[in-house]
């Protein structure tokens, strides 16, 4: 007869071991050589494991500099500054352009960027053209690095922002090759199509962000859409 205690001890270290396994795919720790997902490739939507895959380019600027390249993002590589106190950035690059729409971010992780490109690209563009038959031809940004702590909540004091990191990007509005430009700050609480949009976007960036919160997460994002690749996941 096998005895209980046993049985749970076997149970429980496998699922260490599950967890363990989980851990080290989400935090990037698994080069992409040992992984067995594909890598990631912004030439086309990505399909399985895309969050796994995404963090697979957090500590390989080789792998980064060939899947960031045109005509889905352009984006430069910029030296490191390493972690201190919290803030500090690895891996990171200036972007000037994404999806064919035109921005100014100096200091933006990999896979931040790459999560970026492929929203946008896959994305937001389709849901520009199919909402208002004109695609999206610039981005306008609240920020992207940034050596704070999180805002919006007392219990956040002490906790750094995925901003200090530059790991995380604030989208404001989106401006349209006819000349209308679309804000998370007007229209987002809106009832027309320009309200349809940006909640689509929103909720299509939880695919590729693991934060992707906004106006309805509290007073502190009225205006903007936070996207980040950190360790926790929201979206609302």
Excluded at 52 to 63: G, H
Excluded at 71 to 90: L, Y
Excluded at 166 to 179: E, P, Q, R, V
Aim: charged share 20%; glycine share 8%.
């Amino acid at each position: 007869m096998r005895r209980p205690g046993r049985f749970i001890l076997r149970t429980l270290l496998a699922a260490l071991v599950l967890g363990a396994i989980f851990a080290a795919f989400w935090l990037g720790l698994v080069p992409q050589r040992y992984s067995p997902f594909a890598p990631i490739s912004l030439d086309e939507p990505p399909s399985w494991f895309v969050d796994f895959r995404l963090a697979a380019l957090r500590r390989d600027p080789a792998l980064c500099r060939a899947v960031l390249r045109e005509p889905h993002i352009t984006a430069t590589p910029i030296p490191d500054s390493p972690i201190k106190d919290g803030c500090g950035w690895v891996n990171a690059f200036r972007l000037s352009a994404v999806g064919g729409a035109e921005l100014g971010v100096d200091k933006l992780t990999c896979e931040e960027a790459a999560a970026l490109a492929l929203w946008f690209e896959y994305e937001v563009q389709p849901l520009a053209l199919s909402t208002f038959g004109s695609r999206v031809t610039g981005l306008e940004d609240m920020g992207d690095y940034s050596c704070r702590n999180m805002i919006g909540n007392s219990k956040w004091t002490n906790l750094r922002s995925q901003h200090a990191l530059a790991n995380a990007i604030d989208i404001s509005a989106f401006k349209l090759a006819d000349g209308r430009t679309i804000t998370v700050a007007k229209d987002y609480k809106g009832s027309g199509p320009e309200a349809a949009f940006l909640h689509a976007a929103h909720m299509r960036a939880c695919r590729y962000f693991r934060v992707a919160i906004g106006p309805e997460f509290n007073p502190a994002h009225w205006n903007h859409l936070h996207l980040d690749r950190g360790v926790f996941e929201r979206c609302k």
